[in-house]
């Protein structure tokens, strides 16, 4: 286990040995030293304290005695994965890398899809984080496309969270100005409620499945800003009602966007690539505008700095 | 859904909070849970129990508020109730639906020793 953070690395395992621990964890493990007390306090509840450090306690306490107190929390559950995911959209954005977070039932065509596309990008650079509870054959099938990948198995994790991400986007190496695909664990509940860090989630549902996937599993619907409708080469095989799916998903999340394609028939592909191209450009374009406002806040600072006149 | 991860996060902030506030054991948790989070009360007891074993929280007692559901109407341009995230307005049987309440999953305070 991680003695910094508390990750359990007997759980999760990231491909290739240890996950390395480079990262920064934020303020939290600071302790703020003399703050610590070990006496015990008379029986009330309502007893405050600030303990400030050096702070004199004057007031008398029955020995022996433990006393409850109330501490505020006021937290959200998820702020510490929400950290980390912060942490990963910064780095990210500092490197003008476009992040799409994959989330799907089981069987939905997540591998084969990516495959699909990472060749018909045809050397755009990609990298790819496979999220499963076991093996790494995804992970492999993705390297055999050429493009850089890494398998982070869960365990008994139902679903990636920030903190493994970030671990994982350390041993890729990340490009500049590329793409970022991140597999998650074939799940429509989980996923959903964790932030990776990503531009967006991209819900993929296939038209073997039912049609009304975006009602029963909801969260994951509406965490979505894109749905790719996918196998539609078997529409003809089936009675999938592609407007129903369509409107169950609008009618949990009236904003998603839709593309209907097929991995293996490469129809639909060219809208879904060019949505990759359209968020790396600007992903890219953001990066570009951060460096060209820096240089020009350096450029204004030597400025003044010339203008100063020498001081002997 | 996940309550075993959120579990594990509730476990951490405390943690957390006692190395900052400097106490020993956990008497009782209040979480705000809203009705439209997708969290199951009963499975998050479960879990909390299961995952502060051997903890300084373990043996607490878990006070799950749940905050309901509310939701804006587009169409009558007013707050609603809702209970499902996909849900329908009671008023006017709309679909155009945000949500605006009911998604907390908050460590709200501890009662600790």
């Known amino acids: ?312 | 859904m996940h309550e075993m991860s959120l579990a594990e996060g509730v476990l951490q902030l405390i943690e957390d909070a006692a190395r900052r506030q400097a106490f020993a054991k956990v008497r009782t948790v209040w979480l705000e849970i809203g009705q439209l989070s997708g969290v199951e009360p009963e499975a998050m007891a479960f879990c909390f129990d299961a995952v502060t074993r051997g903890s300084i929280a373990q043996g607490a007692r878990l006070e799950i508020i749940r905050l309901p559901g509310t939701g804006w109407c587009m169409a009558c341009a007013r707050t609603v109730p809702m209970t499902e995230v996909f849900g329908e307005c009671p008023a006017c049987g709309g679909h155009q639906m945000q949500v605006t309440g009911g998604t907390e999953m908050r460590v709200k305070e501890l009662e600790v020793t």
């Not at chain 1, 890398?97 to 939905?108: C, H, Q, R, W, Y």
């Not at chain 1, 990066?287 to 350096?298: A, H, Y």
């Open chain 1, 1 to 312: 286990m991680c003695t910094t953070c508390g990750c359990g690395t007997d759980e999760v395992k990231l491909e290739g040995g240890s996950a390395g621990h480079r990262h920064v964890h934020g303020d939290e493990h600071v302790h703020a030293d003399g703050t610590r007390h070990s006496h015990e306090h008379g029986p009330d509840p309502a007893h405050e304290h600030s303990h400030e450090a050096g702070e004199g306690h004057g007031h008398s306490h029955a020995p022996g005695i433990s006393a409850t107190r109330r501490v505020q929390i006021e937290q959200d559950i998820l702020s510490k994965n929400n950290a980390y995911a912060h942490e990963n959209r910064q780095l990210l954005a500092g490197q003008g890398i476009f992040a799409l977070n994959l989330v799907s039932g089981p069987g939905s065509g997540k591998t084969t899809l990516l495959c699909k596309t990472i060749t018909m990008l045809g050397g755009l650079p990609v990298a790819v984080i496979e999220g499963d509870q076991q093996t790494s054959q995804d992970a492999e099938r993705i390297r055999a496309t050429g493009a850089p990948a890494v398998q982070i198995n869960t365990g008994k994790g139902c679903h990636l969270d920030a903190h493994m991400v970030g671990h994982a986007m350390n041993r890729l190496e990340l490009k500049d100005d590329s793409l970022l695909m991140i597999e998650n664990v074939g799940n429509l509940v989980c996923p959903a409620a964790f932030d990776l860090g990503e531009a967006h989630k991209v819900v993929i549902l296939s038209v073997t499945e039912g049609e009304d996937k975006p009602i029963k599993y909801p969260d994951m619907f509406r965490a979505a800003s894109l749905m790719l409708l996918n196998k539609i080469d078997l529409l003809p095989h089936l009675d999938f009602d592609v407007d129903a799916a369509i409107a169950f998903a609008r009618r949990v999340n009236p904003q998603i966007r839709v593309i209907q394609l097929s991995a293996t028939s490469g129809e639909g592909m060219d809208e879904w690539l060019q949505f990759l191209r359209d968020g790396l450009a600007s992903a890219v374009a953001a990066k570009q505008e951060t460096v060209d406002s820096l240089r020009q806040r350096i450029a204004q600072l030597e400025a003044q700095l010339a203008s100063t006149p020498a001081q002997g």
